[in-house]
Nanobody, 122 residues
Framework: QLQASGGGLVQAGGSLRLSCAAS????????MGWLRQAPGKEREFVAA????????YYADSVKGRFTVSRDSAKNTVYLLMNSLKPEDTAVYYC?????????????????WGQGTQVTVSS
């Protein structure tokens, strides 16, 4: 299971840190991804990280502002979001995609957590 938390309301320019706690199985052969869905838009890739080497991947829209990290001892993945913009407003999901698949595509994710709402006011 994947349990996302940490969403909330923040002003533009502010920061939030999302957490995704993994339990019930090992995800060592997966990339852990963050994806988001804004109102009226399709769900999109935001960032991903591998458990083993900690390789990270970002969508162009968040590169330089968001940082994905993991704490293997706690089985938790984080998404630190800085310099938030109103267009970052969305429901954020954590999910797991098998290594070797294309983490950019939603169809590659086998396991999903529930979403957490992030709202950025202008």
């Amino acid at each position: 299971q994947l349990q996302a938390s940490g969403g909330g309301l923040v002003q533009a320019g502010g920061s939030l840190r999302l957490s995704c706690a993994a339990s019930g199985r090992t995800f060592s052969n997966y990339r852990m991804g963050w994806l988001r869905q804004a109102p009226g838009k399709e769900r999109e890739f935001v960032a991903a990280i591998t458990w083993s080497g900690g390789s990270t991947y970002y969508a162009d829209s968040v590169k330089g502002r968001f940082t994905v990290s993991r704490d293997s001892a706690k089985n938790t993945v984080y998404l630190l979001m800085n310099s938030l913009k109103p267009e970052d407003t969305a429901v954020y999901y954590c999910a797991a995609s098998p290594l070797g698949s294309n983490y950019y595509y939603l169809s590659s994710y086998d396991y999903w957590g529930q979403g957490t709402q992030v709202t950025v006011s202008s």
